[in-house]
């Protein structure tokens, strides 16, 4: 049973920081592309930033120059560093892994329960 788990969420004042973390756990055999996604009330599933297995990133214009995805390929972990943040980044910030399990034949897509962030003075 492969899951993912999100952790570092919490309440900070506009400006402040945050660094977000996603374990893996389970039965993985590889990971290819993985990435943060937030859920805003109100509003769709928006893909935050993504980072393939090479290291290559993409990133949302809102969030490009404030937010840094990395990834520790030997821990099958993922991060985002969020700084300079702002209410409009108040969302649940959920992750999401495009894996193989073992003994699976295809890569399927992986979601994380979710961790809340606010921003908020």
């Known amino acids: 049973q492969v899951q993912l788990v999100e952790s570092g969420g919490g309440l900070v004042q506009p400006g402040g920081s945050l660094r977000l973390s996603c374990a893996t756990s389970g039965s993985i055999f590889s990971i290819n592309a993985m990435g943060w996604y937030r859920q805003a009330p109100g509003k769709q599933r928006e893909l935050v930033a993504g980072?393939?297995?090479?290291?290559?990133?993409n990133y949302a214009d809102s969030v490009k120059g404030r937010f840094t995805i990395s990834r520790e390929n030997a821990k099958n972990t993922m991060y985002l560093q969020m700084n300079s943040l702002k209410p409009e980044d108040t969302a649940v910030y959920y992750c999401n892994a495009f894996l193989q399990s073992q003994g699976a034949q295809l890569f399927k897509s992986y979601w994380g329960q979710g961790t809340q962030v606010t921003v908020s003075s």
């Open positions: 980072i393939s297995s090479g290291g290559s990133t």
